[in-house]
């Protein structure tokens, strides 16, 4: 498989993998080392800025992976805004994975306010990948708007139904 090309980077693994569902930080960076993912998401909330020993970042091999934070628990544009600023300073980076879901039960994606974020935050010069519905309608606006990937789901999250938006990821990937 090619390598994976985002903004300025290039990633040799396609797997993004998250640092939220582990039950320590020793498991966490075990999964990591043994995935191979060149990309973790992390939330901001999940950042210690003390410096920390015990802290997530401690925890990672930061030279063989690049930090993705989100803006997840963001529930309009505004908050996802003030996350990706938030994060942009305390993780030295301009690399964003948006997050905008108001409903706490089913973390499906607002794409209204996704799209409203994603202008405001490419126009601030991040490197915006809005998690969104699998519209290949919103794709091309968010392309419009300047993200640099976008990030379509699969079915909704932890339903553990597999892959149910296979027909509209084919038109997105199409790109027509």
Not at 20 to 46: D, P, W, Y
Not at 83 to 93: I, P, V
Not at 97 to 110: C, G
Request: with cysteine; hydrophobic share 45%.
């Amino acid at each position: 498989m090619s390598n994976l090309h985002i903004a300025d980077r290039v990633f040799e693994s396609r797997l993004f993998l998250g640092t939220g569902k582990f039950g320590n930080l020793t498991e966490m960076s075990a999964a990591i080392v043994a995935s191979a993912s060149q990309l973790v998401t992390v939330a901001l909330k999940r950042i210690d800025q003390t410096g920390s020993d015990d802290s997530l970042i401690s925890a990672l091999d930061l030279a063989a992976i690049h930090l993705l934070p989100n803006t997840s628990g963001a529930r309009t544009a505004e908050e996802a805004v003030l996350a990706a600023e938030l994060a942009r300073e305390a993780l030295e980076t301009n690399w964003v994975k948006l997050e905008i879901h108001p409903d706490p039960r089913y973390l499906l994606p607002d794409p209204i306010e996704t799209l409203r974020a994603t202008e405001s935050l490419a126009k601030l010069g991040f490197v915006v990948m809005p998690y969104i519905h699998a519209d290949p309608v919103l794709c091309k606006r968010l392309e419009n708007a300047g993200t640099a990937v976008v990030m379509p789901l699969g079915a909704p999250i932890g339903s553990n139904k597999g892959l149910r938006t296979l027909d509209f990821l084919e038109i997105i990937i199409e790109g027509k």
